[in-house]
């Protein structure tokens, strides 16, 4: 049975001064999430050494990490609808702080596999009660503050080998922390809740729509985590010093940073629909160029950008438009995260294969690929929320 209507008056973004101290804290915890979910990459050199593993080994860490954030992913989305959200936000922090804490402990390869694992459930299930308390914190009104958490998830990208550098141990304890110190504050705060009563826009969240659009963020975290985990080593395969190499990774996650900032400003007058095309246009432009430079230096550095800048707005963006049509719960919201854990687990893994049996060339096969797959997944994903729409409008006549 359809829940009842309710007719929300449209009203202006909210200055970020207006914000609920919750929302804030929620922006803020996203930082170290972005940290955690990508130190994994930037720590490997170290975690081989301490385990004693080769490289064809060690990837397994990745897989683990993946599979912990799709789990709780799943899991989160209920624990979200049934329970008080900002104990249960507490919690996720508190198991992501565990993992953490847990690197340090570990010398053996079983023993870093279950933290990762560990950090993918906390991730995750912080990942998700962020981006659904926020949505219930604001409703209409998330657009600003939806790009603003997701803003600084690059920060935290950003940071991620920068701490690995001053030393993982340190880095993974000081996390840990500030994941500690997080869920104290968020414990003592109100509560959103989500009431269940759906505004003259929207419509239900069946379960074809929710596939289409857990599709669409399986694709982009698939371009995003496949470019940003494997440049460093195209630029190694096409002859790039390994200081400029690993210079293009953080060039990437600093043009990401950008086109988070920048669709945070622009998100008070730009439609979401709108900031996807934009950015989906600019990525595949990356893309083409990346694929036609064939290794060309000025190429790889300008199409690191542009996939960077043209990636960052897009998950973000695919909320708030989703969020203009259909109920974002905690198990809708799931669908979304579980796609992106699904996209990081198969899409990279897929990349690499093609780096043993084609080389460099693979990376900007890849990306043309799976940036073009997003740009096709987001048309479809908003034709079927438009028909969905249309349909309410027209049983409502």
Not at 68 to 78: A, D, E, K, L, N
Not at 374 to 386: C, D, I, K, Q, S
Request: with cysteine; proline share 4%; charged share 10%.
């Amino acid at each position: 049975m359809r829940a009842p209507v309710l007719t929300e008056p449209r009203i202006a973004q909210q200055p970020s001064t207006a914000w609920p101290i919750a929302v804030k804290l929620y922006i803020v915890s996203f930082t170290v999430v972005g940290l955690s979910l990508c130190m994994l990459g930037p720590a490997l050199t170290d975690l081989r050494e301490r385990s004693g593993t080769g490289i064809g080994s060690i990837g397994i860490l990745f897989a683990g990490q993946s599979l912990g954030y799709v789990t709780g992913s799943i899991i989160g989305g209920r624990l979200y609808d049934r329970f008080t959200g900002h104990r249960v936000y507490a919690a996720a922090l508190a198991l992501l702080a565990a993992g953490l804490c847990m690197v340090p402990l570990f010398t053996s390869l079983n023993g870093l596999l279950l933290a990762f694992v560990v950090i993918g459930l906390g991730a995750s299930a912080s990942d998700l009660g962020a981006n659904t308390l926020l949505v219930w914190q604001l409703g209409a009104n998330s657009g600003r503050a939806m790009n603003m958490l997701h803003l600084f998830f690059g920060v935290g990208a950003l940071l991620a080998p920068l701490a690995v550098y001053v030393g993982l141990n340190i880095a993974t304890v000081t996390a840990a922390l500030f994941c500690l110190a997080v869920a104290a504050i968020a414990v003592r705060l109100p509560s959103p809740t989500h009431t269940k009563v759906m505004r003259e826009e929207h419509t239900e969240a069946t379960r074809p729509l929710l596939a289409m659009l857990c599709a669409f963020f399986a694709v982009y975290v698939g371009f995003e985590g496949g470019f940003g985990g494997w440049i460093t080593t195209y630029g190694e395969e096409v002859g790039f010093s390994e200081l400029s190499a690993t210079w293009l990774t953080t060039v990437f996650w600093m043009g990401f940073t950008l086109g988070r900032g920048v669709a945070s400003v622009i998100s008070e007058r730009v439609s979401p629909y709108r900031i996807l095309m934009g950015a989906s246009v600019i990525s595949i432009v990356g893309a083409v160029v990346f694929l036609l430079g064939d290794g060309a230096t000025a190429a790889v550095w300008i199409s690191t950008v542009l996939v960077g800048i043209g990636t960052a707005p897009q998950f973000a963006s695919m909320i708030m438009l989703a969020e203009r049509k259909v109920p974002l719960t905690g198990s809708a919201t799931s669908w979304f995260v579980a796609g992106a854990g699904l996209g990081g687990l198969i899409f990279p893994f897929m990349i690499g294969r093609m780096f043993a049996d084609r080389g460099a060339s693979a990376l900007p096969i890849a990306a043309l690929a799976l940036g073009t797959a997003t740009f096709v997944m987001f048309l479809v994903a908003n034709a079927a929320l438009e028909r969905a729409s249309e349909s309410v409008s027209d049983r409502r006549q």
